[in-house]
């Protein structure tokens, strides 16, 4: 199936602090999403971006499906931003999400 | 909306006995998955459905999971027995996608069912 590597695994910011966080996967995909989990359990997802750049706010993602990564970048961090960030994808004519290890992002006052 | 909800939040049982866990989507989703999560194995798809039908249930691990989809509104994954390594957190997600992702439609996830197994 395909493999997805999310980089770095582990990532201690101070806050206003700026991050890239990345996500490589090994085949083509048609869906691409990234969710953040934060210290309470809860998944919330943060871009549908399977080709393209979105932003929102101070989060901000880009993937370049010819080369298979995506970025996700989250600007003048803040404590609340704290969790564990997950890149999800599925290839084409399936939504058989696969999910990253995950970055656990720790964000410091 | 309420979102996807999830019940019950928490739920403890001893080895051999059945686990039902419910899941009603958010109205007007037509899609929905189940995933587990582990320390050890992260966020695994266990099913999904796309208008009741399950499409890929690959991911479910053994003959003692099954999940059902009776109406648009409501889901239930069950484990018979359950043994003390089918403890996790279990997902439930809904989405407006197709069977072939086409939209922007991302997938909303419910807050989990924490399952411990005795």
């Known amino acids: 199936g395909i493999q997805v590597e999310q980089s770095p695994p582990d990532l201690i910011l101070q806050e206003g602090a700026n991050s890239t966080l990345r996500c490589n996967f090994s085949?083509?995909?048609?869906?691409l999403q990234w969710f953040h989990q934060n210290p309470w359990g809860q998944l919330i997802n943060l871009f549908y971006?399977?080709?393209g750049t979105k932003q929102n706010g101070r989060l901000s993602a880009t993937t370049v499906a010819t080369e298979r990564y995506s970025l996700l970048y989250i600007s003048s961090s803040q404590t609340t931003d704290s969790g564990v960030y997950f890149c999800?994808?599925?290839?084409?004519?399936?939504?058989?999400?696969?999910f990253g290890a995950g970055t656990r992002l720790t964000v410091k006052p | 909306d309420a979102g996807v909800i999830q019940s019950p939040r928490h739920e403890v049982t001893e080895m051999g006995q059945e686990v039902t866990l419910r899941c009603k989507p958010i109205?007007?989703?037509?899609?929905l998955f189940w995933y587990r999560q582990t320390m050890m194995r992260g966020l695994e798809l266990l099913i999904y459905?796309?208008?009741?039908?399950?499409?890929?249930d690959s991911g479910m691990p053994e003959d003692r999971f099954s999940a059902k989809m009776p109406n648009a509104s409501f889901s239930t994954l069950k484990i018979q027995p359950s043994e003390p390594r089918d403890s996790a957190v279990y997902f439930c997600?809904?989405?407006?996608?197709?069977?072939?992702?086409?939209?922007?439609?991302?997938?909303?996830f419910g807050p989990g069912t924490r399952l411990t197994v005795l």
């Open positions: 085949d083509s995909v048609n869906n």
């Open positions: 997600a809904s989405s407006s996608q197709g069977i072939v992702a086409k939209s922007t439609d991302t997938q909303y």
């Open positions: 971006i399977p080709s």
């Open positions: 109205s007007g989703h037509n899609s």
């Open positions: 459905f796309n208008n009741n039908v399950p499409i890929d």
């Open positions: 999800a994808v599925a290839r084409y004519n399936n939504n058989d999400m696969r």
